[in-house]
């Protein structure tokens, strides 16, 4: 049975992810809030902890990471440094940290959005780190051969615009946008950053 570790496994996103893996893999939840394997992204001692206690896996999924959206004016060194530690730093940290605890030819995926390719007022923060993440998974994939890394690249989520009280029908159903990450697990080159929508 394939063991597959989702980190922001209670989030809109990753709860899509989850219920799209059958009966045949062993599908491991881990987020801030949860009961059974909590994690803080940007702790690398809470990371390296998670990775012990959940063992050999045969991909890694991450959800999680965040970032202030806000215009440039009103940035604080903070909110920089809150999306260098959280988004950008905490999901690099699962691939400094998650790749000894794959099985060969694992995979992991991580998640950066369609600001990192098409950014706009008040992303500053969330397009840098986002496209940092993507530089580093090029730049690893050339480095960790016996392994698969990856980004999906989601556009505006259906249920997000929904939230927001735009046009819904502008945007990707999270379960469509989840099956980008199933098939990145599966099917992937390593170093291809993916776009979803």
Not at 23 to 37: F, G, L
Not at 78 to 100: A, C, H, L, P, T
Not at 129 to 145: D, K
């Amino acid at each position: 049975m394939k063991r597959v570790l989702v980190i922001g496994a209670t989030g809109l996103l990753g709860k899509a992810i989850t219920s799209k893996f059958g009966s045949d893999t062993d599908v491991i939840q881990a987020s801030r809030n949860s009961s059974e394997y909590a994690v803080d992204l940007a702790n690398p001692q809470s990371l390296q902890a998670l990775f012990d206690n959940v063992g050999i896996v045969d991909a890694i999924v991450c959800t999680a990471g965040v970032a202030e959206f806000k215009p440039f004016a009103q940035t604080q060194d903070s909110d920089w440094q809150f999306g260098i530690e959280n988004k950008m730093m905490g999901q690099i940290n699962v691939i400094r940290y998650g790749e000894k605890y794959l099985t060969q030819e694992g995979s992991i995926v991580l998640t950066t959005g369609v600001l990192a390719q098409s950014p706009m007022p008040g992303s500053a923060i969330v397009s840098a780190v986002n496209a940092a993440v993507e530089g580093a998974i090029r730049a690893l994939s050339l480095e960790l051969e016996h392994i698969r890394i990856n980004a999906i690249s989601p556009g505006w989520i259906s249920e997000t615009l929904t939230t927001l009280g735009m046009d819904a029908s502008q945007g990707i159903p999270t379960s469509d946008v989840a099956q980008y990450y199933i098939d990145a697990i599966n099917t992937s080159n390593s170093g291809d950053i993916i776009v979803a929508g």
